[in-house]
């Protein structure tokens, strides 16, 4: 369960509570004839080597799945555990929506459905929407009262389940309107067999009062834009155009040279990372344009009258955004000529400012292809960029322009101005707007709060460096520096304020009691362990008062304010905030907690009760490890033991160690410890943590920091560094006493798996085998830069080819495995890293295996993607990591 104040927070954990359904879904059966998907498997070796329990787990041979593999049992019911409900407070804080789930893993059959990959966009053209949506399978409603439970349950009394969705119909993009009377999602048939393709979405809304949903629209594009609320009584919608046409997809495809042409002037260049999903042709530029474009319209909720935006005319839309007055509309869209190098976002973009009937106002940008931003981070487009609106005031629009041309590397001052524009004034067409600030380094965000006071956020990429500035939006005083910090430095990390939200929806920094006094609430790291804090900052004094801070053995935290309901003041005396709190062996759970005039905790009353997600893992135990490399910086790691495991029984537990590389600029920063040892253990689908039920210890996240001070550049020295980590991590499994340094096998996803096959190539008397997930492993595919690399490889020759496995391939002695999405779409990691890395491991007589996943993008999503990779994990290493 995740809880959200009005609109959708993502929860810190990636899995917090579980629903109260069960059931253990079987790979379902399909039409005989779909096309049969298969992992294309390829292997030196030519013995087949099989966990327990899995030879019997084969796909029938009807089905068209072909060659997919099953783990464990208990691997199994983890995979196939009934996902939590989401809930949202209304914006009255006296209901509670609760958003209910299917399964979490859908089959590969319904991922294997007709898929548009269109200027790093994918798209399902049936139903003019991003492809592989989740969605919820219904909605309800609960009270809000001493006596509310989530989940839901057996409160019947207290709960109505919202009416009149057709069945087998799936319910997205859930929002409620600002007065907490109405309550709108989009609503879109479920494909009941294989082949069947539904039409677009519609746009439903429901009443709190009766529950009764209704259909307002349909015919939705939402490619880009789905709805936005329009004060309280209407709503701006995009949809798919009156007399589109034929999709291009009914074409026959034109054959051609394929040009691209660059003339540089004065020496431009143009840069990019290794982008994928780009259009290749006139026939991409057509699929792109139909099933991109959509007209707005505007739907009067009580009559369902409707009305065109912008003339009703077409555009490639990618944003539409409301103001908190509901008066006027900030629309942006996409304009020729578009690009065969760069994703959408770099096409050229007009942002205009109409008003709530769609009547033109004023033209806010006109952006060109973005062709010549500088790799180096914190470069930028030039031209207004973050465009949005400011959440204090009705209708002002805001936005950021760079005096560097994009480029960091330009010593200027200002770097970046902040402006303001009224909509008001923008009806007159020489009306020129407010600079309301001035930032150095790049600027990177700003948090309202009224005329006086707004925080404004400015950082740099080389120093790390961030500085938080209170400046008056009204121009009363001269800004006024607050914090200035090291980013990567989170044991001095002061907090972000917490913020509130007011009578138009909008969330606002939450000033307390009218003193120029603000909450601050942070993650607390520190060298014993992460313990989350609730200050109360004096802007005008600076200083700080400790409310309240999480104590073990519990691990706690605040979040939301509730108490946020009476415009204008946020009181500290009876101020009521949403609490999670839990331990290593409990799952969090949710409580209100309420403070006194004094800012102590005077009640804390919980609001769930929710089962351990995982009964088969229950007992299981971890600890944090802290240790030291060679060069003195210092590492940490959490090391778990399978359930029933005795420390003393002198028994020795084969383990696999599972790290991602970061980098960071101090030595400082790259050893703190950013975790808590009594967290509760939240395990993803493919998690490593998998392993617990099969037996073997599981090191998880040791650092493995890449580290370099001054100018000089944390890639120069990465091998050393990252043996040095590897082999202190070694060591402190050994301390232990339970881990068996013999049998320790290294993996990793991504960068990790990058990580994983280079350890194999510089340390292999390390580990045993490795395990390398959806990685890139030659970086002269990747020559632009990767990772938090910004130099090119031609500036740095040398640093791409010690890092690149693949270079060392000629090194690597030990098995490497490796697994790959057939759709990767991260940038750099396109399945061919895997096929030829895997192809330079055969060739050096190395043992073998890859493992790419059908209809699979960076992360495994579908049900037998999943339990093959589980599968795969484990018998590998029953094979290997003896």
């Known amino acids: ?27 379902p059966p399909a039409a005989n004839f779909l096309p049969r998907a298969s992992p294309r498997t390829c292997t030196l070796t030519t013995r087949a080597v099989n966990a327990p329990g899995s030879e019997e787990r084969e796909m029938e041979d009807h089905s068209p799945l072909v060659g997919y593999k099953m783990p464990g049992d208990p691997m199994l019911n983890i995979v196939d555990q009934p996902r939590e409900p989401l ?59 001493p006596d509310v439970k989530l989940p839901f349950g057996g409160a019947a009394g207290h709960v109505r389940e919202i009416t009149g969705v057709p069945e087998g119909h799936g319910i997205r993009d859930v929002s409620w309107s600002a007065d907490g009377k109405q309550i709108a999602f989009t609503c879109r048939k479920l494909p009941a067999r294989p082949d069947e393709s539904p039409p677009p979405a519609e746009l439903w809304v429901a009443s709190v009062d009766d529950c009764r949903a209704k259909k307002l629209v349909g015919n939705l594009n939402s490619v880009f834009v789905s709805y936005s609320w329009l004060g309280n009584d209407s709503i701006i919608v995009g949809t798919i155009p009156e007399g589109l046409g034929a999709s291009p997809l009914d074409r026959p495809r034109s054959f051609g040279p394929k040009i691209e042409s660059f003339t540089s002037k004065d020496g431009a260049k143009s840069q990019a990372r290794t982008y994928q999903d780009l259009l290749k042709d006139a026939h991409d530029e057509a699929l792109f344009e139909h099933y991109c474009t959509s007209a707005l319209l505007k739907v009067d909720v009580a009559s369902g009258s409707i009305r065109k935006l912008g003339e009703g005319r077409g555009n490639v839309f990618t944003a539409c955004s409301t103001s908190p007055s509901g008066e006027y509309v900030m629309v942006a869209w ?79 001052s200002p770097r970046d101005v902040l402006y303001a524009l009224d909509a008001e004034d923008a009806t007159d067409p020489a009306a020129a707007p407010v600079v309301v600030g001035q930032t150095d380094m790049r600027y990177s965000g700003v948090l309202w709060c009224d005329d006086s006071l707004a925080l404004m956020y400015e950082s740099e990429w080389k120093t790390r460096r961030s500085r938080t500035w209170v400046i008056a939006p009204d121009g009363s005083a001269e800004k006024r520096l607050l914090f200035d910090l090291n980013y990567e430095d989170s044991y001095n990390d002061p907090g972000s304020p917490v913020l509130r939200r007011d009578a138009n929806g909008s969330y606002v920094i939450a000033e307390i009691d009218k003193k120029r006094q603000i909450l601050l609430s942070g993650a607390g790291a520190s060298p014993e362990g992460s313990k989350p804090f609730l200050d109360l900052l004096d802007l005008d004094s600076g200083e700080t008062r400790r409310l309240w801070r999480s104590s073990p053995p519990q691990f706690e935290s605040m979040s939301t304010i509730l108490s946020d309901t009476v ?21 969090p759970q949710f409580s209100i907690a309420t403070f006194t005039e004094d800012g102590k905790l005077d009640a804390d009353v919980q609001i769930s009760d929710f089962d351990h997600p995982y009964p088969g893992l229950v007992g299981m135990k971890k600890e944090i490890l802290q240790y030291e490399r060679k060069d003195g910086v210092k590492l940490n790691g959490t090391l778990y033991t399978p359930p029933g495991f005795d420390a ?24 703190q410890l950013r975790k808590s040892p009594h967290q509760f253990v939240s395990i993803g689908p493919t998690s490593p943590l998998m392993l617990l039920t099969e037996g073997y210890a599981v090191f998880d996240g040791p650092s493995m920091p890449i580290f370099a001070e001054g100018d000089n550049e944390p890639n120069d020295t990465y091998v050393d560094q990252l043996v040095s980590s590897a082999e202190a991590a070694v060591a402190a499994l050994k301390e232990t006493g339970i881990v068996d340094t013999d049998r320790v096998a290294v993996g990793g996803h991504s960068y990790g798996a990058f990580m994983a096959a280079g350890l194999m190539a510089h340390a292999p008397e390390l580990f045993t085998c490795a395990i390398a997930r959806s990685g890139a492993y030659n970086r002269t595919l990747t020559p632009f830069g990767f990772q938090a690399e910004e130099r090119t490889i031609w500036q740095a020759a040398d640093v791409y080819s010690k890092m690149a496995p693949f270079m060392s391939a000629h090194k690597i002695k030990r098995p490497v495995l490796l697994i790959h999405g057939e759709a990767d779409n991260n940038a750099g990691t396109f399945p061919l890293q895997s096929e030829r890395m895997h192809a330079a491991l055969k060739g050096h007589g190395v043992t073998t295996r ?33």
């Open 648 to 671: 003393n029984s002198g028994e020795l537990l084969p383990c696999i160690l599972w790290a991602y590389p970061r980098e960071f600029k101090s030595k400082d920063s790259a050893g």
């Open 850 to 882: 890859l493992v790419i996943l059908p209809y699979e993008s960076h992360g495994y999503s579908a049900r037998e993607s999943i339990l093959h990779t589980l599968a795969e994990t484990s018998e590998w290493l029953a094979d290997h990591n003896k």
């Open 87 to 145: 809930y949202s407070f209304s914006p009255l804080r006296n209901m509670i929506l609760e958003l209910r789930r299917p399964p979490a893993h859908p089959s590969v059959i319904e991922y294997s459905r007709p898929e548009l990959k269109l200027a790093g966009v994918r798209i399902d053209p049936s139903g003019f929407c991003r492809s592989k949506q989740t969605h919820y399978t219904a909605l309800a409603l609960g009270e809000m009262g």
């Open 567 to 587: 415009p204008g003041v946020i009181k500290l005396k009876d101020l009521e905030m949403l609490a999670r709190r839990e331990t290593q062996d409990t799952p």
């Open 1 to 27: 369960m995740r809880l959200a104040a009005c609109r959708m927070l993502r929860a810190r954990s990636s899995r917090c509570l579980i629903s109260v359904a069960s059931s253990n879904r079987a790979i």
């Open 334 to 412: 996409l304009q020729k000529p578009w690009s065969y190098s760069l994703p959408c976002g770099r096409f050229p973009k007009i942002v205009e400012l109409w008003d709530k009937d769609g009547n033109f106002v004023k033209r806010i940008a006109d952006l060109p292809l973005a062709t010549n931003i500088p790799l180096a981070f914190d470069s930028c487009r030039e031209g207004p960029r973050s465009v949005g609106w400011r959440d204090d005031k009705p209708h002002t629009v805001t936005w950021v322009e760079c005096k560097d041309g994009g480029d960091p590397a330009v010593e200027i």
